[in-house]
């Protein structure tokens, strides 16, 4: 039998929300989880999105297509300016925890399609 998932604080380190989804991922299997530092896993997030300090805030929903204690990836359906500040809130889990990062890549897929980069930054 897994241990429940602990309750993450609202405004959490990298470490701590990868360990979340870590936790989390093993409830589902029932085993362990990986010890990658990257997991490729499609997390719920509620962004909210400044491309310059005097630019207005904007909403998204997206799912993470990978995270690490580093930062994690998206799709979006639009550019994403590199250097653009992102507060992403994981919604899905435990505690919702939110976490502040800037946007270092953001590389066209197809038609309006972007795969955005976020880097975690502290404070």
């Known amino acids: 039998m897994t241990k429940p998932v602990k309750d993450v604080p609202a405004e959490s380190s990298p470490t701590e929300i ?30 909210q999105i400044q491309e310059s300090p005097t630019a207005p805030v904007r909403p998204a929903n997206v799912a993470t297509n990978n995270i690490s204690e580093g930062g994690f990836g998206f799709i979006y359906d639009a550019h994403l300016r590199p250097g653009s500040i992102v507060r992403a809130c994981f919604e899905s889990l435990p505690g919702k925890p939110c976490i502040k990062g800037v946007v270092r890549c953001s590389v066209r897929i197809c038609g309006t399609q972007h795969r955005i980069g976020v880097e975690f930054t502290l404070g």
């Open 18 to 47: 990868l360990k979340a989804i870590e936790q989390q991922q093993a409830m589902r299997r029932g085993s362990e989880g990986r010890k990658s530092p990257r997991q490729f896993v499609c997390i719920a997030a509620v962004l």
